[in-house]
């Protein structure tokens, strides 16, 4: 789960990590009020979960209660495209206005989950900013990367690596210890997956400060943490994966033409191969579960469905927990509902799978039965070329 800046800067404060002033708002008539109470200058930032604001226009600095007020105006409301929104960017409908900061140095740091060593990777480099991606990629000396076990935590090794990587000044040297430390401890104690820094800057006076802030939590965590329910905004989400959602079902959006729904996540990620090679490009993953009940195949046929980019689905099921008569329910349950307006290629075998196949048969539907998989990726390529002929 992502949360906005400014709601990664409340938690950054109840750990002591050190954050500009600054309030939320979601109308232009609020922005007044806030604008004379932070003074100036002052910064007006976008709130969306997508990184990049500032090259798209989304951050900007004001000089004078007139600006301020002229980039809310614009802000608000705006489509924001970023590098991480793709081209249809993201409709800004909240605002952070955060008082302006004497900035001498910009630096960077994470800290994220490492799946490959089972650590926690802290990620630090003395060149932060808007354009850490591009220092990653040309020159990746320029960024330092910590592993820690954690069963073993945050050690003073760490701090030192990661000083001698950021080259402080005494007086930041010694904060940046304690700045370490509490988001390490936001990291672990709140199930993170990322709190980022960018930039972590250290300000005219040598003090340090989290210009920009951001964190991911980990799903499978939430349920310890109720209080964290609050700062969801599905407003962000793809709305076809917070339907998915109510339901039980794994759903993410891609930008595919193929829908598919299949039982187990493992199966699910061959599948989209499969639609890769079919020479197609796979319009989600949905992975339904291995015990999925035909109202729960119902309606993830129906948000497949409700993609308008959908030109066909492949259904590929391995009956175990999961039996094929169930999975022939539900299709055709919502077939018979919604409607099959673009083919769907049917693949299924194990348990109970004739009793399936009869189902899906005796429905009078036009359904495409696939035999095995190289049968499946055939006729998925047929949809493919159809709509390309099509379009």
Partial sequence: MNIHEYQAKELFRRYGIPVPAGRMVEHVDAAAEVIGEL??????????????RGKG???????????????????????????????????????LLEEGVAVARELYLSLAVDRKNAAVAVIVSESGGMNIEELAAARP????????????????????QALAALDLEAAAAREFGGLLRACYRLFVEQD????????????????????????AFDDNGLFRHPELAGLRDEGEESPLEVEAAKFGLNYISLDGTIGNMVNGAGLAMATMD???????????????????????????????????????ILINIFGGI??????????????????????????MEGTNVEAGRKILADSGLDLVAAVDLADAAAKVAAIAAAGKEGS
């Fill in 57 to 95: 226009g989304g951050v900007r600095l004001a000089r004078s209660a007139a600006e301020a007020s002229q980039h809310v105006r614009d802000i608000l409301g705006m489509t924001l495209v970023t590098a991480q929104t793709g081209p249809g960017g993201r409709v800004v409908r909240k605002i």
């Fill in 39 to 52: 003074g100036l200058p002052l910064v007006v930032k976008a709130q969306i979960h997508a990184g990049g």
């Fill in 141 to 160: 000396d320029a960024v330092v990367r910590l592993l820690v076990n954690p069963l073993l935590g945050l050690k003073n090794h760490h701090l030192l």
């Fill in 192 to 215: 993170c997956s990322l709190v980022e820094i960018n930039p972590l800057v250290v300000t005219g006076d040598g003090g340090l400060l989290a210009l920009d802030a951001k964190i």
């Fill in 322 to 347: 999961l039996r094929c008569d169930v999975l022939a329910e539900g299709v055709v349950e919502a077939a018979r509902k919604v409607g099959l307006p673009v083919p769907v290629v049917v693949r």
């Fill in 274 to 312: 499969i639609i890769q090679q079919a020479g197609a490009a796979p319009a989600n993953f949905l992975d339904v579960g291995g015990g999925a009940s035909a109202t729960m195949v119902e309606n993830g046929l129906r948000i497949i469905l409700s993609d308008p980019r959908v030109e066909g």
